[in-house]
């Protein structure tokens, strides 16, 4: 605990620690059937329910502190939407309680529907990776200051190693004014092409709007509706589309810009992007995206996923997921359409989304058979955060059809413990919650700042008497219960703490 933080710029948290909340959210949040279906049975899973506990713990605290107005974060595996929470509301200024049904922008995670799109006519045979783009749209003329180069190809815009800037030949991210489809085929003599095709990787969204441009030459369907005709549609998608109707724009949440140093935010109005949709127009919900996730966990191509019909085969799926372009410091790579990085050991597949005001995350744990997703209405929050905690802790156990997660704990808690179940807070306002983790008793200790990694402000205690418990460094931690059995104090070495909401 960081006792040298002045107390008096803090305030006590508010929040329940809620063991059963997995089944408790979709009354809470007024989800769908569908999702209310698969949390009741996440309550019967008692490892999961507590691993949900110690992330709601922790989830909580990262909103409360740092102002961030709501987020909605869900993990996926094979077999579905294994979990979900929604936290916060859609304005800070009074808005509704949000849902993992609610409809968030998600930026450039539009760019994976795009790259699934071109994939599809791959497969089809309308067209080629290694296609010059020029092939599929005669006016894509820039000027080449590499003439012994390649020429661009379908497969640099998927991997963003064409070689483009960033961005076309606009202050559009700076007006909110973005070139229509005329006004950018007119703007490709003045586009920069600032390396060589295929050395070097630079993200670029002026590739990714050229490649839904090659979507609809190819298709003779706009981009947005072959979008919706033959990925979205399919998976049952019904509230994800890249042209939202004037209603879909008035429901979006409040869309807030970062917070200032006296705690204000602003907000930011919804602007149209244009002929760049295809990198970062589509409106999407968590449920939606855990259909798609689903598609991407897809191990066997023969049969169907859970999230509706198979629209790209298995060998596709992993030939977009796998490592194209590797980075020169082997810190990352490209897949087609994806980032591909390893963290802990592990190998992720994943894209974010940013967009005025609204953040997306979506990453997926192919060798675990799982995903995570986070949607957050605030510029300055970080929905990579939320989606990878939930991986750890969450997706640690959720029962699987590859057989992770075990469904239990390794060990029984003891049916007493219960009564030490709770928040605890001294007289300056620092609190420490009790609960049962992995069939054990467990301190969460609030930090101020939180601690990124929620197991780095647990506790794992040990029974050693009666009402008494021992911290792994032998410290005593010990639970006063008046004559009715309740909790009157929790000693932690000789300091104490008071139930939450005890007269002090």
Sequence with gaps: MHRNRPVSSLRPWTRRLVLALVAAAALETGISSALAAAESSASTNSRLAEAAALYDIWAREQLDYNGVPGVVVGVVSRDGLAWAKAYGTSDLAGGVPLTPATRFRIGSVSKVFTATAILQLRDAGKLRLDDPVVKHLPWFK????????????????????????????????????FPTREE????????????????????????VALLGEVVAA?????????????????????????????????????QHRRKQPDGSRGTLYYYDTGAIAPAAAVVSTLEDLARFAVLQLTADPAGPPAGGAQV?????????????????????????GWGVSRRNGHTYVSHGGWI???RADLVLDPDRGLAAIALTNADDASPGLFAREALEVIGSAVPTSAGVGPSTPKVSPDPGWKRYVGTYTDPWDWEIEVLVLDGGLALYEH??????????????????????????????????????????????????????????
Aim: charged fraction near 20%; hydrophobic fraction near 35%.
């Design 142 to 177: 820039v000027p080449n200051p590499f003439p012994n180069a390649p020429p661009i190809t379908i497969e640099h815009l998927l991997t963003h190693t064409s070689g483009l800037s960033r961005e076309a030949p606009f202050a559009a991210w700076t007006t909110h004014e």
């Design 184 to 207: 950018l085929r007119a703007a490709m003599p003045l586009v920069t092409v600032i390396s060589p095709p295929g050395k070097t990787y630079r993200y670029s969204n002026l590739g």
């Design 218 to 254: 190819v298709s003779g369907e706009s981009w947005a509706g072959y979008v919706r005709q033959h990925i979205t549609e399919p998976l049952g998608m019904t509230s994800t589309t890249g042209a939202p109707t004037a209603a879909e724009i008035a429901a979006l949440p409040r």
């Design 312 to 336: 790209l085969s298995g060998p596709t799926l992993a030939e977009m997921h796998r490592p194209h372009f590797v980075n020169t410091g082997w810190t990352g790579a490209r897949g087609l």
């Design 356 to 358: 005025g005001g609204h």
């Design 447 to 504: 930090g101020y700042p939180p601690e990124a990694d929620a197991e780095d402000a647990v506790s794992r205690l040990t029974p050693s008497g009666e009402h008494t418990f021992k911290l792994s460094d032998g410290e005593t931690v010990r639970f006063e219960l008046d004559a009715a059995g309740r909790v009157t104090r929790m000693y932690r070495r000789s300091d104490y703490y008071l139930p939450r909401g005890a007269a002090r």
